[in-house]
């Protein structure tokens, strides 16, 4: 048993945010079924493409094909809306409400479902017709204003979709809140978030700062707004990053480098001074590490309890020992994908299934769901449900 058994999930989403936010429900074990067109999410790219976006936020899920522009199509997914739990969508909003299948209408059909709406901007306000993406997000959050090098007036985004990701965490956790509700109360109740709050909500220093002192945050690299040395910092061959955040640490980072006179030199002996002075600080050490290989370095610092660790890419973040005895990376069917990082110890989270094709399991859930094979031919004849393409062929 997983923690979500029988959790019957309908997936109504597209890109990136809400389909994040159903596909932790699958891994943690709900029965997601996604909702797609009959040509399929343009996020699976043309056929035989070498990577599909679609596939990283979509395993672990039952997929069917309804048009819903037609009404034989839009009344289907209000009937599996009857007997489901969780209705999940991120289409701008009123988009659904005009097709019968807004939160008004399905909670009267199903007074249990909880609906969860992921948006670009919220359900109101005044950019509530607004179309959201997450670089529009990371811009009007602030975030580009104070992610990259310091001094420097070109706009940087983070370098991952943290507003869409942020999101469709964020909407999966109020998903689990709104069940425990429904324990209490027996009532479903509509779940919100939007791309805009996800990325402000995660400007935690930043926010904190501007709302105490009236202080607006500027670009400052990889250094730490409030301690030094916390920053990325040149090795022989390569960087490091250090994280110095009180006296006892200065003290024993000194030590690993060799020069513990450094940690009492004036303008570098107290945490105040050493952010004001972080230039020359910088110096002073980088001079220093230049002299030995990062991992000699990681060493030195590791046994003094100095947290630090290697400047990696990609390739080596998934080739770091820790991070391959984690398990975080997971096969299945011959396919590699990255593990939703929760570690249930009692009810494991598990990668069941790779990516469904469009249509996969259509005739499979309309039949669970009460409609009968007539009906379900029915649908797929005039256009309003479609089949995986090569069960179409026999």
């Known amino acids: 048993m997983s923690a979500l058994s029988g959790l019957k999930v309908l997936d109504c989403t597209h890109v990136i945010a809400g389909a994040y936010c159903s596909m932790v429900l699958a891994d943690l074990g709900a029965d997601v079924v996604k909702i797609e067109p009959p ?12 990577f599909r976006a679609f596939d990283f936020v979509n395993r672990n899920k039952r997929a069917i094909a309804l048009d819903l522009t037609t009404e034989a199509g839009a ?25 019968g299948l807004g ?12 609906y969860c709406s992921v948006s670009g901007f919220g359900l109101d306000g005044p950019y509530r017709d607004r179309g959201g993406f997450d670089l529009i997000a990371q811009a009007m959050s602030g975030i580009m204003s104070f992610t990259g090098e310091e001094g420097s007036e070109v706009p940087c985004a983070a370098g991952v979709p943290l507003s869409d990701l942020n999101a469709g965490v964020f909407g999966a956790v109020g998903v689990l809140a709104a069940l425990q509700s429904r324990h209490t109360t027996g009532r479903g109740q509509h779940v919100e978030t939007s791309l805009l709050e996800s990325a402000l909500a995660y400007t935690i220093w930043e926010s904190g700062l501007f709302l105490t002192t009236g202080e607006v945050a500027k670009r400052k690299g990889t250094r730490h707004r409030l301690a030094a040395p916390y920053e990325a910092l040149k090795t022989a061959d390569g960087h490091m990053v250090v994280g110095v955040n009180n006296q006892r640490l200065w003290v024993r980072f000194c030590e690993a480098l060799g020069r513990p006179g450094l940690a009492e030199e004036e303008g570098f002996d107290r945490p105040n001074r050493r ?22 370095w990681m060493a030195r610092l590791e046994a003094v309890g100095v947290p630090a660790g290697p400047l990696n890419t990609i390739a080596q973040a998934w080739d770091d020992p820790q991070v391959k005895a984690r398990g975080l990376l997971a096969e299945v069917a011959g396919r590699r994908f990255v593990r939703t990082p929760i570690k249930l110890h009692g009810t494991p989270v598990e990668l069941r299934t790779g990516p469904a094709e ?37």
Do not use: C, M
């Open 275 to 296: 952010v004001k002075n972080r230039d020359a600080l910088q110096a002073r050490i980088e001079g220093i590490l230049a002299g030995d290989t990062t991992a000699n």
């Open 103 to 114: 939160y008004g209408r399905l909670s009267k059909l199903n007074p249990r479902l909880i």
């Open 75 to 99: 009344a289907a997914l209000r009937r599996l809306a009857e007997t489901a739990d969780v209705f999940v969508e991120n289409y701008r909003p009123g988009s659904l409400d005009r097709i």
């Open 358 to 394: 469009v249509g996969e399991h259509t005739r499979e859930v309309l039949f669970e769901a009460g409609f009968s094979p007539d009906e379900i031919e029915a649908l797929i004849t005039e256009g309003a449900a479609a089949v995986e393409r090569q069960e179409v062929a026999q």
């Open 39 to 50: 040509a399929g999410e343009t996020t699976r790219g043309h056929p035989g493409a070498a």
